[in-house]
C-alpha cells in the first residue's frame, strides 16, 4: 500500500526565514510525486511534479527535490502570502492500472504560516 | 484557474438525505477523480471515471457512486449520508487516467446535520 508521510504538521516562520518541508514516501514503483498548495477551503493548486530520484523543479521562492525515499519543498525568504497547506501526493507507477490504483495518494499535509 | 468547475461551493443535509454534487472538466478531458477531504487531512481517491466508466475506487462504501456525461460533466452521487461525510469534495481532470494530478476544482464543502 502506498503511503505518504509529511513533516512537521505545521510551521511558523517570520518573514525571510527560509525552511525545509519535508515528504516521504513509500510506492511500489513511483510515476510521479507532486506538490499541491492549498489555501483553506479551496482545492489543491499545482505546483510540482517530480518524476525521478535527483529532479529538481522551481517556482519563484519554491524549489523541489526529489531523493528515492523522500521529497523536500523548499521555501527560500518566504512571505505571508506563502503561508497556506502543502501537499505531497504520489502516483504508482506500472501497478497503476489496477483497480484503486490510478489514483493519487496524499500525505496529510504541512500547515505553514509566515508573519511579517 | 484550472478549467475544473465544482457545484455548488457549499452544502448543508440531513443525515440520511442523498446528494449530487457537480464537477465540468476541461474540454477534452476524458477522466475524472473525484476525492474526499476530512478537515486537516490530505484528499482521499473515492473513484475514478474515463470515458464514461469506472476505471478504479478506493476504499468507500457503494452508496459512493458516479457518473460521467460525454460533454466532460460529471456527477458524485451519495446516498444514505452520514455524518462522517462532512467533508471537502474535489474533483480533478485529466486528459487520460496516467497524466492526473494537474487540474483540481475547488471543491464542494458538504456538511452533514
Known amino acids: 500500500e502506498d503511503q505518504v508521510t509529511q513533516s512537521p504538521e505545521a510551521l511558523r516562520l517570520q518573514e525571510g526565514e527560509s525552511s525545509s518541508l519535508n515528504c516521504s514516501y513509500t510506492?511500489?514503483?513511483?510515476?510521479?510525486l507532486f506538490w499541491y498548495r492549498q489555501d483553506p477551503g479551496k482545492g489543491p493548486e499545482f505546483l510540482f511534479t517530480l518524476y525521478s530520484a535527483g529532479e529538481e523543479k522551481e517556482k519563484e521562492r519554491l524549489k523541489a527535490t526529489l531523493t528515492k525515499k523522500e521529497s523536500f519543498l523548499h521555501i527560500t525568504a518566504p512571505k505571508p502570502e506563502d503561508s497556506a497547506t502543502y501537499l505531497c501526493a504520489v502516483q504508482a507507477e506500472g501497478l497503476s492500472w489496477r483497480v484503486g490504483r490510478r489514483a493519487l495518494t496524499f500525505g496529510s499535509g504541512t500547515r505553514l504560516q509566515v508573519q511579517p | 484557474e484550472t478549467g475544473v468547475t465544482q457545484s455548488p461551493t457549499h452544502l448543508i443535509k440531513t443525515r440520511g438525505q442523498q446528494v449530487t454534487l457537480r464537477c465540468s472538466s476541461q474540454?477534452?478531458?476524458?477522466?475524472v477523480s473525484w476525492y474526499q477531504q476530512a478537515l486537516g487531512q490530505g484528499p482521499q481517491f473515492i473513484f475514478q471515471y474515463y470515458r464514461e466508466e469506472e476505471n478504479g475506487r478506493g476504499n468507500f462504501p457503494p452508496r459512493f457512486s458516479g457518473l460521467q456525461f460525454p460533454n466532460y460533466s460529471s456527477e458524485l452521487n451519495v446516498n444514505a449520508l452520514e455524518l462522517d461525510d462532512s467533508a471537502l469534495y474535489l474533483c480533478a481532470s485529466s486528459l487520460t487516467p496516467r497524466l492526473i494530478g494537474a487540474f483540481f476544482g475547488q471543491g464542494t464543502r458538504l456538511t452533514v446535520v
Open positions: 474540454s477534452g478531458h476524458n477522466t
Open positions: 510506492v511500489s514503483g513511483l510515476r510521479g
